[in-house]
């Protein structure tokens, strides 16, 4: 039985809790929250044994064998290592870190103290995603030669919210610009080139951004997130013989159209299970008990490359935190 923590108790917390408790194999065995009485009712929602009013009597808690990070961004290289350096596994919320360097020392520790470490980056394991990368490896569209995928909500203005607030790690690059591009290099690899361009808000993070990238087989993706407005949230990749639709939302749908040309389109449902976190929990608790310290469908060097990427988009539109 794999006895999870959970650090940061939000809305994605809860939902990451309701798929938990679904698990085979899978308890959630603590909670930890800056507010003793939140996290009282989070454990007793969950059914929990333990809360804490602290993270690091959480991470002090010899029962529990991996913690699930939920904080803010700015946070998560903090969190993260708390548990590692405390002896326990980890499965951190997107973006991994702020930035390489940190995503670097948190892999690094991991390794040197032989603990599982996974980036829970739910969409790479979402069912619909791994059909399009099967869709992809049957050649059913041909070579691909250019992707287009945007992301966009109308955000609160709120400068207090955690997308607003710089020392948040705000901006919607971090909270939804990295799931076009990771779309982009689950298919198509690293990019070799990449151009960006961006609407900063006074606080000095990007309420916009457009992305162009270039990939080794001369594909590219064009790319956008946004705050500003609700876009159509879909990623289309085109391929010599035709294209494949990811409907919205694309991160996580459940509905995949196949159109080839001069045949009929085709339609295909996917629907995932619960919230839809109950698949990369499943991967977790398989790689824990198999021994593994990273998961080979979403690796450290996935992580490192869209890290690195997400510091050059942001060093090209002028956003440091």
């Known amino acids: 039985m794999i006895k999870f923590g959970i650090i940061g108790l939000g809305k994605i917390a809860h939902k990451f809790a309701q798929d938990l408790i679904t698990v085979d194999g899978c308890i959630l065995q603590a909670v930890g929250s800056r507010e003793l009485t939140k996290a009282k009712d989070f454990a007793t929602s969950y059914k929990a044994t333990h809360y804490y009013s602290s993270y690091e009597e959480l991470v002090a808690d010899p029962t529990v064998d991996i913690v699930y990070i939920a904080t803010p961004h700015a946070l998560h290289f903090n969190h993260t290592m708390l548990c590692l350096q405390a002896g326990k596994a980890v499965i951190c919320e997107k973006p991994f870190a702020m930035n390489l360097k940190e995503v670097e020392i948190m892999i690094n520790t991991a390794r040197e103290k032989q603990l599982f470490l996974m980036e829970a980056l739910w969409t790479r394991f979402i069912p619909s ?3 399009v990368m099967e869709l992809m490896d049957q050649n059913t569209i041909g070579e691909v030669h250019s992707i287009q995928a945007n992301f966009g909500y109308l955000a609160t203005t709120d400068p207090s919210s955690r997308l607003m607030a710089k020392e948040l790690g705000g901006g919607s690059l971090l909270d939804i610009g990295i799931y076009p591009i990771f779309i982009s290099m689950l298919l198509l690899g690293t990019p070799i080139e990449t151009k960006c361009i961006a609407q900063l808000t006074t606080t000095g993070i990007d ?8 990939f080794k087989n001369g594909a590219t993706a064009t790319l956008e997130s946004s705050f500003l407005s609700e876009t159509s949230n879909t990623a289309i990749i085109f ?7 990811m409907h919205a939302p694309f991160h996580h749908t459940e509905k995949i159209t196949v159109e080839i040309l001069d045949k009929k389109p085709y339609t295909m449902r996917i629907p995932y299970i619960n919230n839809g976190y109950v698949h990369e929990i499943e991967e977790v608790r398989n790689c824990i008990l198999s021994g593994q310290l990273q998961s080979h469908q979403m690796s450290h060097p996935h992580s490192y490359e869209l890290i690195k990427t997400l510091d050059l988009i942001r060093s090209q539109i002028n956003v440091t935190y």
């Open 239 to 245: 391929g010599s013989k035709g294209k494949i639709i």
């Open 129 to 131: 995603t791994l059909q």
């Open 207 to 214: 309420q916009h951004c457009a992305m162009l990238m270039k």
